[in-house]
């Protein structure tokens, strides 16, 4: 009865597949500041409890006999923990395919000789900017000479340079030069990810949302580019869902491909999932992954599309979208189980008209950005921000 109340009366269900995924926020330790960061903005309450290797070690055995096959390594900071070659060197022996997620940070010759020989499979670095001043301005950290350094270490050891480039109103113009430095640095890849508004970003967002135009330009520029004769590097265009009039099918689907599990062991169906409520995620140390993908109540809580409220419920296109975003939904509305409200068919489709009209606001500028530092979370917890978080159903 206690655990039904907790999670909305939803009991278990059977419909699960197999998580394909497995995502390890292994710390939110990060030396980086970015003012984009998708962490959730209390993480300086989850840098003191985080797992340790044996318990790591355990996370990819038990996701692994449940099917997982990809492991992400992200965070914060991966490198800032000294046990990841050793965390490495386990997923290679249970045949995972990995990625590590970094800033750069922490990165030098000997330690990613010592990944690549503990199997690490693929690195995918992040890039701000061309210009040093938009690199160390949206970092908060002087960064910019690290991650040329970090990209060239890993071209020579034979990896796919994979380069992930998160673009909001400062860098956005800048696109042809971006994708110019890439081909340069013999990226094979790279993914041009509008920001999309969650932890960091939302408290940001009226300062980092691009115009309209903007956006609309990036994407020209961007398919010019593909076109060129002779490219051979893959772009990833992420269209910023607050300029489409349908959501995105988020995570692919609630508890149906991805597990994420977090630096303090919680097993979470999408990074910002904590927002939402009333629903009790399982944690490791207490409750096998088994149980937590197949049997917890909040992994079942969105799958299927019982939960569906109208006008998703008997929408004809419910199969592409699930009713988008469940986070969003909440953050931005107050109701996990509605629509996302950047669906035009959602009675709410005007907070998100609303918020692009705010971010065009010339006054907006003049207000601070801010940053994620362990400082600025202890505020934000503490309830500091309330007024800029007002519009906010929870806290990102
Ligand atoms: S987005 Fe920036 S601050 Fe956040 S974890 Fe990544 S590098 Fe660190
Ligand atoms: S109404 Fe719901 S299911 Fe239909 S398109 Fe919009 S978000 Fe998707």
Redesign the pocket.
């Known amino acids: 009865m206690e655990i039904d109340q907790k999670n909305n009366g939803v009991s278990a269900a059977t419909t699960a597949t197999q998580p394909l995924w497995l995502l390890a926020e292994i710390t939110y330790q990060c030396p980086l500041q970015c003012a984009f960061c998708y962490n959730p903005t209390d993480f300086d309450k989850h840098t003191q409890n985080e797992l340790d290797t044996e318990s790591w070690i355990k996370v990819l055995r038990q996701a692994r006999d449940l099917g997982a096959a990809q492991l992400g390594i992200s965070g914060g900071e991966p490198l800032l923990r000294k046990d990841i070659e050793e965390i490495v060197i386990e997923a290679s022996s249970l045949g995972y395919y990995s990625n590590l997620i970094t800033s750069g940070a922490g990165m030098n010759e000997k330690r990613i000789d010592a990944l690549k020989d503990g199997g690490l499979d693929h690195i995918q670095l992040s890039m701000h900017d061309i210009t040093e001043e938009i690199n160390n301005f949206i970092t908060n950290t002087k960064t910019f000479k690290l991650k040329q350094k970090v990209a060239a270490m890993i071209k020579d050891r034979g990896y796919p340079m994979v380069l992930n480039v998160v673009m909001h109103r400062y860098n956005i113009d800048h696109i042809q030069e971006i994708l110019e430095m890439a081909e340069g640095l013999g990226a094979d890849y790279i993914e041009l990810a509008n920001t999309q508004y969650y932890g960091w970003s939302l408290v940001n967002r009226d300062q980092l949302m691009p115009k309209k135009e903007q956006v609309e330009n990036a994407l020209k520029v961007t398919n010019k580019f593909r076109e060129r004769p002779g490219n051979k590097m893959k772009i990833f265009f992420v269209v910023p869902d607050y300029f489409e009039d349908?959501?995105k099918k988020c995570m692919n689907g609630w508890g149906e491909v991805f597990m994420i599990v977090t630096a303090n062991g919680d097993v979470l169906p999408c990074h910002s999932a904590r927002v939402i409520p009333n629903l009790e995620f399982p944690n490791v140390n207490d409750s096998p992954l088994k149980g937590a993908w197949y049997d917890s109540p909040a992994f079942n809580k969105f799958r299927g599309d019982d939960w569906?409220q109208e006008?998703?419920r008997s929408?004809?296109?419910?199969e592409?979208?699930?009713?988008?975003c469940r986070c969003q939904a909440l953050l931005l509305t107050g109701n996990a189980e509605g629509?996302?409200p950047?669906?035009?068919?959602?009675p709410d489709r005007h907070i998100i008209d609303q918020a692009i009209k705010d971010s065009q606001n010339p006054g907006v500028e003049a207000k601070p950005i801010i940053f994620r530092t362990n400082a600025n979370s202890k505020k934000i917890d503490k309830g500091d921000e309330k007024d800029r978080l007002a519009k906010f159903h929870a806290t990102p």
């Open positions: 349908r959501p569906m006008p998703c929408c004809s296109e419910k592409n979208d699930l009713g988008g629509a996302d950047v669906c035009s068919k959602s």
